[in-house]
């Protein structure tokens, strides 16, 4: 079993940063791979960064160059620094790990961006 707890959403201005963090634990032996997807009120679940299991990164194109994933394995830890944010970045992020056929996600944790 595995289990995903994510941290680090709130309220910000826009323009403004925040760094979400993303633990797991269970059986686990790597943070890689992992992935962060968000979900806006409204809409699909979308996948906006992740770390394959050889360590490179990915990110969707809404996010290229003011997002930021990281992991540290020492840790179990994943990070994803946003930074210039927007409103349209408003949505509950969560951070997924796939493991031995399963997807295990965490509870969730909402960004909102705003004046």
Wanted: hydrophobic fraction near 30%.
């Amino acid at each position: 079993q595995v289990h995903v707890v994510e941290s680090g959403g709130g309220l910000v201005q826009p323009g403004g940063s925040l760094r979400l963090s993303c633990v797991a634990s269970g059986s686990i032996y790597s943070i890689n791979p992992i992935f962060w997807y968000r979900q806006a009120s409204g809409k699909e679940r979308e996948l906006v960064a992740a770390i394959t299991s050889g360590g490179s990164t990915n990110y969707a194109n809404s996010v290229k160059g003011r997002f930021t994933i990281s992991g540290d394995n020492a840790k179990n830890t994943a990070y994803l620094q946003m930074n210039s944010l927007k409103p349209e970045d408003t949505a509950v992020y969560y951070c997924a790990v796939s493991r031995y056929g399963n997807t295990y996600w965490g509870q969730g944790t909402q960004v909102t961006v705003s004046s």
